[in-house]
């Protein structure tokens, strides 16, 4: 009776039905071959398709936005089964990823390159192709870990990391080449937020929606205190102005631009709360504009960038000033006049509440030994390129300074990679930069060090880089195929064995096992062990370390859980809620692993 109901609705309401977001894709094409009627109906409704594309992938909205001019759609389901093709190739790619790349730690760009026709336009790409991947990657990462294959989630970060960095150079390409009033600094702090931050989804449009949202809160409180101030008979046009470029100098008079300046710092550091500490430096959080702006405290750079986007916003014009050891802001009355002594300046303390500081006043900051503004207008103010150079610079000092383990390498190598996108003909950071590729077993020759080497300015640094050099000559011999390891009476434990390390009672998870001195040489070595004949083994502990275990080091856990570790999704599957599942690389590497795991959890849980 239902079915023969619904076939009496009009085509609107059935249209209206199909809409439902819990409707799918799959739905509507099992409802469509039910009758011809409804075939007709679903077939060539380009609205339909164009609602369930944006609500499956509703991210990618602004992005044929953005690209509107360039990029009309007039066929929905097929650009939905366009990027349905492309995530289908996305996880092709995925699931061969750990059998080719399974014995490497780090894997370089040269070796990703077979991932670029898959976004590259130039190489025949759909034109959104990079956003539909990123897309799914993100989800694929996002999803609970008990429901997502680790293995696959493991490579996702490594190809997102890889496409993120590819694009996001481009755009920095881009910033640099814009005319000096268009580098504005939100723009590059979103540059290194997503950079340093693949795995989340930052736009400049969100960026810029949220430094909107408290530019208008304190058009709100002036309105309150001063409702007859001048920028309430500007349109709206001139504010957006203001918003995407750089001015030149303060837009109202002295008494107006203070009054200004006086509410911003009632909303941002009393109303909202926003704060900092020059002891913030080793927390990412603290250094991303986009994290700094939800969790309101950050390092005085972010502060001072988030502080002087929204000031222009109001008209009001600040100059960034990097001194060596602090970040501030320096607001002047006039800018640009014949006699800058003559004129008052003063630099805004956001450490502090956005105090004004002087030489007068100002205070030790930070720990630092005098005022740093002790020479006062002699600093030149730092352009937006400047500044985002500052940034990258910090993220690097502070990923080696990081004391949290888990993912320490991959940090270091995103902010060695940052600098070399920024300066990619500075011979430190090449040098840093190769010198983690190395150790690392990855290829270098992208760095171009041999073009590099007629204009070496020292006999030291020719000195560092001809080993480099010599490595570009002779490549590293491709891996041997893993032999596999069979078991030993006295290998007690197995792969994907959720342990407990005796040493700290830190949870772990068995990644391998060695017979006894593989490694160590009995005679220097865990002298203090009486089993000298025990197994030792590999594993992945919570705290982010990796770690090479004695037998006896090892006990069950009263309860088993997830590790928190970056590499997990190298050696395993799944997480089967008492141990890992190994992936197909490690169960090859362990052949008898499986059956013996069984044994001991059988054993262990009885």
């Known amino acids: 009776m239902a079915a023969y109901i619904i076939t009496l609705l009009p085509g609107e309401i059935i249209e209206y039905i199909l809409e439902d977001p819990n409707i799918t894709f799959q739905d509507i094409v099992n409802f469509s071959i ?41 066929d929905w389901l097929n650009e939905i089964e366009i990027s349905i093709a492309i995530r289908r190739t996305l996880m092709y790619h995925l699931s061969g990823m750990s059998t080719k790349h399974y014995k490497r730690e780090e894997l370089s760009h040269s070796e990703l390159r077979y991932l670029d026709p898959l976004f590259r336009t130039e190489q025949g790409a759909h034109q959104l192709s990079y956003h539909f991947l990123v897309d799914e990657l993100i989800s ?67 960026i810029s929606s949220l430094l909107d949202d408290i530019a208008n809160q304190t ?87 988030i502080f002087e986007s929204i000031a222009r916003r109001l008209g009001v014009r600040c100059e960034p000033v990097s001194f060596p050891s602090h970040f501030l802001l320096r607001w002047k009355e006039k800018y640009n ?17 956005g105090q004004f500081l002087t030489k007068e006043n100002c205070p030790k900051i930070g720990g630092i030994s005098k005022c740093p503004i002790a020479k006062y207008n002699l600093h030149n103010p730092a352009t937006a390129v400047e500044v985002v150079k500052r940034m990258a610079y910090n993220l690097d000092i502070a990923a080696r300074q990081h004391i949290h383990l888990n993912g320490r390498a991959s940090r270091i190598r995103s902010a060695l990679e940052l600098n070399y996108m920024m300066q990619p003909y500075d011979k430190t ?78 949870l772990c998870v068995i990644t391998g096992w060695d017979k006894p001195y593989d490694t160590f040489d009995s005679r220097n070595q865990f002298q203090e062990y009486k089993n000298l004949e025990q197994p030792y083994y590999n594993a992945l502990v919570d705290d982010g370390s990796s770690r090479y275990i004695p037998q006896d080091l090892l006990s069950f856990p009263s309860k088993p859980r997830l590790i928190n570790h970056y590499e997990i999704g190298r050696y395993f599957s799944y997480f089967k809620g008492t141990h890992y599942e190994p992936n197909e690389e490690t169960s090859t590497k362990y052949p008898e692993n499986e059956e013996a795991l069984k044994n001991i959890l059988q054993y262990y849980l009885n």
């Open 34 to 74: 039910t009758c011809k009627n409804f075939y007709q109906i679903v077939k060539d409704n380009n609205k339909l398709w164009r609602i369930k594309y944006f609500q499956r992938w509703p991210l990618l909205k602004e992005h044929y936005k953005e690209n509107s001019d360039d990029l009309k759609v007039f």
């Open 140 to 206: 694929l990462i996002n999803r609970p870990i008990v429901d997502s294959n680790l293995t696959h989630r493991y490579y996702a970060f490594i190809v997102l990391r890889y496409l993120r960095q590819n694009y996001l150079t481009k755009e920095w390409q881009r910033f640099i080449n814009f005319p000096p009033d268009e580098q504005i600094l939100e723009k590059g702090a979103t540059i290194v937020a997503q950079w340093s931050q693949p795995e989340r989804h930052i736009s400049y449009s969100y």
């Open 219 to 305: 058009k709100n409180l002036l309105y309150k205190k001063y409702p007859k101030h001048s920028i309430f008979s500007l349109s709206a046009e001139q504010l957006l102005i203001w918003k995407h470029r750089n001015i030149n100098d303060n837009q109202w008079s002295t008494s107006e631009t203070r009054q200004i300046l006086e509410a911003l710092c009632e909303v941002l550091f009393q109303n909202l709360g926003f704060y900092g500490s020059s002891e913030m430096y080793y927390s990412s959080e603290n250094s991303f504009i986009d994290r700094v702006l939800e969790s309101k405290h950050g390092i005085p750079m972010i502060l001072a960038i």
């Open 337 to 353: 006049v014949t006699e800058p002594e003559s004129i008052g300046s003063f630099y805004i303390d956001v450490l502090n509440g």
């Open 429 to 506: 950071t090449i040098l840093n930069l190769s010198r983690f590729y190395m150790i690392h077993h990855m290829d270098i020759s992208e760095l171009m060090l041999q073009n590099m080497q007629k204009d070496l300015e020292t006999r030291e640094q020719a000195n560092l880089i001809q080993p480099m050099l010599q490595m570009l000559r002779n490549p590293c011999k491709p891996e041997e195929e893993t032999e596999p390891k069979w078991r030993m009476p006295n290998v007690k434990y197995a792969v994907g064995l959720i342990m407990t390390h005796k040493a700290d009672d830190n």
